[in-house]
């Protein structure tokens, strides 16, 4: 039964429609956690297009299961990751003009670069997981980083046209997964899960946690934080 780490980055994002002061990712994340949240995921953008460094200081102080950033393997978000200390850090992709993340980081062609942010953050003791597309060159590289996960990137699969396109999507991600388990990585999921997809993802033996955001934030919109979550908690735990 896979952890349910909850992303409040969208309610950060109906604040910042009106530069105002709510409302607070901060609620959500306590909200989330008395729905059965095993941990807070909030992605620290260097656009900060939603959550801001206010959110993550305060969250530090506030967050009682596991915290989890997403960032850029950037030096200025090195930087506040190694001042912040959250317990894990997962390192993903960003482009300006992306509504939101289009792929999986490209360890491959970033292998130096990811080396050096990596090392740095298991050596303030923080678990380091990289946001990745299920593919076989990716999660070799990232072994050889010897980082403690993988994130799989569901997006295809959650996005998939039919029926047959997801089922080869899913299959991807259940001989990812084998393939980092056999690697010794944790193996983590996330990116456009729903309630409606999310039981098969769930039940893919070996897989530790999903980070799940913006379909608990729509639900949550109409039944309530806490309640959204535990919707979500119990859809998961098969
Ligand atoms: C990496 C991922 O899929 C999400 O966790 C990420 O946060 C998406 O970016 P937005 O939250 O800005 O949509
Ligand atoms: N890494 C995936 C995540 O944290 C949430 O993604 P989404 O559910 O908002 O698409």
Redesign the pocket.
């Known amino acids: 039964m896979p952890a349910l ?1 909850v ?1 409040i ?2 309610v950060a994002t109906v604040r910042q429609a009106r530069r105002t002061i709510e409302p607070d990712p901060v609620w959500a994340a306590v909200l989330a956690e008395l729905g059965g949240a095993d941990g807070i ?1 909030l ?1 620290l953008r260097e656009d900060r297009r939603h959550i801001q460094d206010r959110d993550l200081q305060v969250m530090r102080q506030t967050v009682q299961v596991k915290m ?1 950033l ?1 960032m850029a393997a950037e030096e200025e978000m090195t930087v506040i990751a190694l001042s912040v200390k959250p317990d894990q850090v ?1 390192l ?1 992709p960003e482009k300006r003009e992306e509504i ?2 289009e792929g999986g980081l490209d360890v491959v062609a970033n292998a130096a670069k990811i080396k050096t942010c990596a090392e740095q953050l298991k050596a303030a003791g923080i678990e380091v997981s990289l ?1 990745i597309d299920p593919d076989e060159r990716q999660i070799e590289t990232a072994t050889s980083l010897q980082v403690d996960a993988v ?1 799989l ?3 295809r699969y ?1 996005d998939a046209v039919n029926a047959l396109a997801r089922e080869r999507e899913f299959e991807q991600l259940v001989t990812a997964t084998n393939l980092g388990i056999d690697h010794d990585l944790l193996v ?7 309630y409606r997809n999310v039981s098969p993802i769930a039940e893919i033996d070996g897989v530790s946690e999903l ?7 729509a639900r949550a919109l109409m039944v309530g934080f806490e309640e959204a979550v535990r919707e979500m908690k119990s859809l998961i735990t098969v």
Not at 188 to 194: A, D, K, V, W
């Open positions: 780490g992303n980055d969208h995921t992605h989890n997403e997962t993903v939101t993340t946001f994130e990137h569901t997006g959650a983590h999921m996330g990116h456009g899960l729903t980070n799940i955001g913006h379909s608990i934030v």
